[in-house]
Nanobody
Framework: QVQLVESGGGLVQAGGSLRLSCAASGSIFSINAMGWYRQASGKQRELVAAITSRGSTNYADSVKGRFTISRDNARNTVYLQMNSLKPEDTGVYYC?????????WGKGTLVTVSS
């Protein structure tokens, strides 16, 4: 099993920045993709950004140019730098890790952007 612990969420005003972190621990062999999803109240969970083991990235259109995903393979940690935050970025952000055929989820961290 792989455990994921997220941190960095909180309350910020529109236009502000936050940095999320997610550290993986446990039975780690070869993590493939790492990513962040979010779920706003009453909406489905959606992909925000993902990064492969080789560093290729993928972003939701709504966050391109504002969010940056990165990872530290030595620390099995993925980061999400969020700039120019908007009220519509509000939601619970979940870390996701893919290892072999398994996927793991963190418990989520709440991001609230006030207008």
């Amino acid at each position: 099993q792989v455990q994921l612990v997220e941190s960095g969420g909180g309350l910020v005003q529109a236009g502000g920045s936050l940095r999320l972190s997610c550290a993986a621990s446990g039975s780690i062999f070869s993590i493939n993709a790492m990513g962040w999803y979010r779920q706003a109240s009453g909406k489905q969970r959606e992909l925000v950004a993902a990064i492969t083991s080789r560093g290729s990235t993928n972003y939701a259109d709504s966050v391109k140019g504002r969010f940056t995903i990165s990872r530290d393979n030595a620390r099995n940690t993925v980061y999400l730098q969020m700039n120019s935050l908007k009220p519509e970025d509000t939601g619970v952000y979940y870390c996701n890790v893919a290892q072999r055929l398994d996927m793991y989820w963190g418990k989520g961290t709440l991001v609230t952007v006030s207008s």
